[in-house]
């Protein structure tokens, strides 16, 4: 088990819950809080709305993205009853979906200027991904180094 006790890793993780869950309330684009962003990716299975029109191409980076999101409750909620399985594979999974979710701006970049219609509740939503990864990040470090410390009785 990685050393989730250290001051640091917690605050980082503590943030990311805090920054996640205040993004669900927050404009992501103009009259779309969080939650509705998370609904209107999800669309292409669960329709929402008029959404979920888009090409395939489109649509499959909309639905990980949102997925993303029960992944990250998944991830803290096993962090916070210190059942991470693996520190590795946490920072892994981590990654992947700070980087799914850079999809959003790849989307907005792509379709012209409308990168300024992202909302600060986007921003807040990748900074909780950002600070989580780097709560990841730190733990497995601890991880790896208690690890490798040589214990009483035990040979080096």
Same mark, same amino acid.
Not at 67 to 94: D, E, K, S, Y
């Given at each position: 088990?990685?050393?989730? *006790?250290?001051?640091?890793?917690? +605050?980082? &993780?503590? $943030? &990311? ?5 205040? @993004? ?8 779309v809080p969080g939650w509705m962003a998370f609904r209107y ?8 709305? *008029? ?8 649509? +499959?980076?909309? +639905?990980? @993205?949102? /997925? ?8 803290? !909620? ?9 520190? !590795?594979? =946490? ?10 979710? /850079?999809?959003?701006?790849? $989307?907005?970049?792509? *379709?012209?200027?409308?990168?300024? *219609? ?5 921003? +807040?939503?990748?900074? &909780? ?11 497995? =470090?601890? @991880?790896?180094?208690? @690890? ?9």
């Amino acid at each position: 088990m990685a050393n989730q *006790d250290s001051p640091l890793i917690r +605050v980082l &993780a503590w $943030l &990311a819950a805090a920054a996640f869950l205040a @993004s669900w309330f927050l404009p992501v684009l103009q009259e779309v809080p969080g939650w509705m962003a998370f609904r209107y990716a999800l669309a292409p299975l669960v329709p929402f709305r *008029d959404a979920g029109n888009s090409s395939w191409e489109d649509n +499959v980076p909309h +639905v990980l @993205s949102a /997925l993303t999101n029960v992944v990250f409750v998944i991830l803290f !909620g096993l962090w916070l009853a210190r059942q991470m399985f693996r520190p !590795g594979m =946490f920072v892994r999974l981590t990654l992947a979906c700070l980087l799914l979710n /850079l999809y959003w701006f790849v $989307l907005a970049a792509r *379709d012209g200027p409308r990168l300024a *219609d992202l909302l600060y509740g986007y921003y +807040v939503w990748m900074a &909780a991904f950002a600070l989580f990864f780097a709560a990841a990040v730190l733990t497995a =470090f601890a @991880s790896r180094r208690t @690890s490798r410390t040589p214990t009483d009785g035990t040979p080096s």
